[in-house]
Structures are given as C-alpha cells and as structure tokens.
C-alpha cells in the first residue's frame, strides 16, 4: 500500500512539473511579445499566439488573458479594429 501511495504522488509530482513548466513558457513568451509589439509587431502576433495556444491546451486563464490582450494591441496597431476587439 505504501509503494501505491508513493507511485501516485510520484506521478502527480511530475504532471504538475510539467504544467508548471507550461505556465512559465507561457508567462516568457507573454512578456516578451509585450515588449517588442511596437517595434516589431509581427513576431509580437507569432509570440502571442504561441502563448495563447499553449494557454488553451492548459486552461491557463492569467495566459489566455494577456495573450489577447497583446494580440489585440498588435491588430490595433495594423488598423484592424474589427479583428483587435476580438481579443480585447
């Protein structure tokens, strides 16, 4: 009984490892779309839908969030108002 009990939380130490580890690739790739998304706004788009994509896949909502927010700013840029309120 005590090997199960320690195979468990040995399992769940490392898919919670893993989420982890999403959720700061997500936070990296966030913060430095919001950098560079008046200088160069096109790998801001690219940067910002990788994040928002791994977001999704991982229901990270603080990531979702700030994905958008960075790709509504970027269609707002370009003049695309239409498509920026989508992510507003």
């Known amino acids: 009984m005590k090997y199960l009990l320690f ?3 040995f399992v769940l130490s490392f898919s919670l490892s893993g989420e982890n580890a ?3 690739l997500v936070e990296k790739l966030n913060q430095r ?3 560079i998304v008046w200088d160069s706004s096109q790998t801001s788009l690219l ?4 994040a ?4 999704q896949k991982i229901d990270y ?6 994905a958008s927010n960075n790709l509504g700013i970027v ?3 370009w003049g695309a ?6 992510y507003f």
């Open 52 to 55: 928002l994509d791994i977001s």
């Open 75 to 77: 269609y707002h840029k």
């Open 61 to 66: 909502m603080p990531g979702v969030a700030s």
């Open 81 to 86: 108002y239409d498509k920026s309120l989508e």
């Open 33 to 35: 779309a919001g950098r």
């Open 7 to 9: 195979y468990i939380l």
């Open 22 to 24: 999403d959720t700061i």
């Open 47 to 50: 940067l910002s839908n990788k």
